[in-house]
């Protein structure tokens, strides 16, 4: 099928590649010309793994502009992926979405088009985005009858495993009121849902994964879904991390609860890892999203709220456990391994980290940090904050009064700790994933401080 993708952030540049993958044919429109000069030259403009080789791979199938009026008469489905970035006052900025929306609308032709919103947006807004389209569809000639119809097809693809994400979905849902519009999309993903296509070399089919299942459904609740799942799994984190802080205080072990817990096939192991909280672009905006939506229907959303503020606290309890263990902050060094909000990305947004940084500095803290990945962006994004960045791991460590895992990145876990346990002025270790062994790290030497234990 003919596919044409607005926007080529993460979800849109994942999305096109991977559909590229299954035999379409893609053409991706981004307003940033050096980006589409990137994207054309093979190169990919973010930290995604093995997404750049397949892009390369994919170039013969994929075209890249900054306009093309006729990728968009021609497609027979148009995914809107443009960003929704945080408006300064509260809620997210649509006005990127609005112009996508309008540019679409101005180039349907009249062959059926699906018109797919990627973008996060919130609750209601297919509706919106319909009427976008509409009125500039209409607005340029005397087209009395649609011939497109609006679908919300939420992505639930993590960083770091976007492409895995993509591939093996663990469900795909397709909300639209157009019984047409379900049916393009349904040819669209069949060879997902069927996995019947050759999977790309780096990121292979896990053994027994069968049909993938799919959810059809309206456009109200397929943008709900979306919410509602990641409120859960943001919830799930704080909940882990709240018993977590109980299970300090009784002296229990929160990895052998959180196991115990999991093991119950109603609640699931994965996402009880506790530590410092839940960082990036999705689970702080909407879970925020999802309290304003409901507030607007005068629902509260009493435990997402709670979520929300336990992961703000889990920041503070950083300091609260350095300072237990220092007794004084003003003047000390600390080290940071690790600055991304989760390890296989780039991306600072809403990391830990950053407020973690703030509030050592507020303390009159010297802030030293390392990150395999994100340390170019950090320069640039947050170039007045007065941290030292170091080459390496070691360099965070030497001369520090302690140190603080902030991203569970792998090769952390295999660093020569007990040689660096020599070398920092107090062998203070807080994991604030909880990734290290304490028994290994006491053993070399560390003051062990983690989460729950
Ligand atoms: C998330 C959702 O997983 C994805 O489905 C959605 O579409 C987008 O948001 P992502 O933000 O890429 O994906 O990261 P994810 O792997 O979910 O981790 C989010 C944060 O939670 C990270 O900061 C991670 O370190 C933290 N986390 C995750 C925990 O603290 N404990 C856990 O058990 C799991």
């Given at each position: 099928?003919?596919?044409?993708?607005?926007?080529?952030?993460?979800?849109?540049?994942?999305t096109?590649t991977?559909?590229?993958?299954l035999?379409?044919?893609?053409t991706?429109?981004?307003?940033?010309?050096?980006?589409?000069n990137?994207?054309?030259?093979g190169k990919?403009?973010?930290?995604?793994p093995?997404?750049?080789?397949?892009?390369?791979?994919?170039l013969?199938r994929?075209?890249?502009a900054?306009?093309?009026p006729?990728?968009?008469?021609e497609?027979d489905?148009v995914?809107?992926a443009v960003?929704t970035?945080p408006?300064p006052?509260g809620?997210?900025d649509?006005s990127y979405l609005?112009?996508?929306a309008e540019?679409?609308?101005?180039?349907?032709?009249?062959h059926f088009t699906?018109?797919?919103n990627?973008s996060t947006v919130p609750?209601?807004s297919?509706?919106?985005?319909?009427a976008l389209?509409r009125?500039?569809y209409?607005?340029n000639g005397?087209?009395?009858?649609d011939h497109?119809?609006v679908?919300?097809?939420?992505?639930?693809?993590?960083?770091?495993a976007a492409?895995?994400?993509?591939l093996?979905?663990?469900?795909?849902?397709?909300?639209s009121d157009?019984?047409?519009?379900i049916?393009?999309?349904?040819a669209?993903?069949?060879p997902v849902?069927?996995?019947?296509f050759?999977?790309?070399?780096?990121v292979?089919?896990?053994?027994?994964?069968?049909a993938?299942?799919?959810?059809?459904?309206d456009?109200a609740?397929?943008?709900?879904?979306?919410?509602?799942a990641?409120a859960f799994?943001?919830?799930?984190?704080s909940?882990?991390n709240?018993i977590?802080?109980?299970?300090?205080?009784?002296?229990?072990?929160?990895?052998?609860v959180?196991k115990g817990?999991?093991?119950?096939?109603?609640i699931g192991?994965?996402?009880?890892?506790?530590?410092?909280?839940?960082?990036?672009s999705?689970f702080g905006k909407?879970?925020?999203?999802l309290?304003s939506t409901?507030?607007?229907?005068?629902?509260?959303?009493q435990?997402?709220?709670?979520?929300?503020?336990?992961n703000c606290?889990?920041?503070?309890?950083?300091?609260?456990?350095?300072?237990?263990?220092?007794k004084?902050l003003?003047?000390r060094?600390?080290?940071?391994l690790g600055l991304?909000?989760?390890?296989n990305?780039?991306?600072?947004r809403?990391a830990?980290?950053?407020?973690?940084?703030q509030n050592?500095?507020?303390r009159?803290?010297?802030?030293k940090?390392h990150d395999?990945?994100?340390?170019?962006r950090f320069?640039?994004?947050y170039?007045?904050?007065?941290?030292?960045?170091?080459?390496n791991?070691?360099?965070?460590?030497r001369d520090?009064d302690?140190?603080v895992?902030v991203?569970d990145?792998?090769?952390?876990?295999?660093?020569?700790?007990?040689?660096?346990?020599?070398?920092?002025r107090?062998?203070?270790?807080?994991?604030?994933r909880?990734?290290l062994?304490?028994?290994?790290m006491e053993?070399?030497g560390?003051?062990?401080?983690s989460f729950?234990?």
């Amino acid at each position: 099928m003919k596919v044409c993708i607005v926007g080529t952030g993460y979800v849109g540049l994942t999305t096109g590649t991977c559909l590229a993958w299954l035999g379409h044919e893609v053409t991706c429109i981004d307003a940033d010309q050096s980006k589409v000069n990137m994207l054309k030259a093979g190169k990919c403009p973010i930290y995604e793994p093995y997404l750049e080789q397949m892009l390369q791979d994919m170039l013969p199938r994929m075209r890249f502009a900054v306009e093309s009026p006729e990728a968009i008469s021609e497609a027979d489905v148009v995914f809107i992926a443009v960003g929704t970035p945080p408006h300064p006052k509260g809620g997210p900025d649509l006005s990127y979405l609005r112009e996508a929306a309008e540019t679409v609308g101005r180039h349907l032709d009249s062959h059926f088009t699906v018109v797919v919103n990627k973008s996060t947006v919130p609750i209601g807004s297919g509706n919106w985005v319909g009427a976008l389209v509409r009125e500039s569809y209409r607005g340029n000639g005397s087209r009395s009858q649609d011939h497109f119809a609006v679908a919300s097809n939420p992505e639930f693809l993590r960083e770091g495993a976007a492409i895995f994400d993509t591939l093996y979905p663990d469900r795909v849902v397709l909300g639209s009121d157009d019984s047409r519009a379900i049916g393009m999309l349904y040819a669209l993903y069949r060879p997902v849902l069927e996995q019947t296509f050759v999977p790309p070399p780096n990121v292979p089919r896990p053994e027994h994964l069968g049909a993938v299942p799919v959810i059809t459904t309206d456009l109200a609740s397929a943008e709900l879904i979306k919410y509602a799942a990641n409120a859960f799994l943001a919830l799930k984190i704080s909940y882990i991390n709240e018993i977590g802080h109980l299970a300090e205080k009784a002296g229990a072990d929160i990895s052998q609860v959180a196991k115990g817990i999991g093991l119950d096939a109603r609640i699931g192991t994965r996402f009880l890892q506790p530590g410092i909280g839940w960082g990036g672009s999705c689970f702080g905006k909407d879970t925020a999203a999802l309290i304003s939506t409901a507030g607007e229907y005068g629902v509260p959303m009493q435990i997402v709220a709670a979520a929300r503020e336990v992961n703000c606290h889990q920041r503070e309890r950083v300091i609260e456990k350095l300072l237990g263990e220092l007794k004084i902050l003003k003047g000390r060094t600390i080290g940071l391994l690790g600055l991304a909000f989760k390890p296989n990305t780039d991306d600072l947004r809403e990391a830990p980290a950053l407020s973690i940084v703030q509030n050592l500095l507020d303390r009159d803290c010297k802030v030293k940090a390392h990150d395999p990945a994100a340390m170019r962006r950090f320069r640039a994004e947050y170039a007045g904050v007065p941290l030292a960045l170091c080459e390496n791991p070691e360099e965070v460590v030497r001369d520090s009064d302690a140190v603080v895992l902030v991203t569970d990145w792998q090769e952390y876990r295999d660093l020569p700790w007990s040689e660096l346990a020599g070398t920092m002025r107090k062998p203070v270790l807080l994991d604030g994933r909880n990734f290290l062994s304490r028994s290994q790290m006491e053993a070399a030497g560390f003051t062990y401080l983690s989460f729950g234990a």
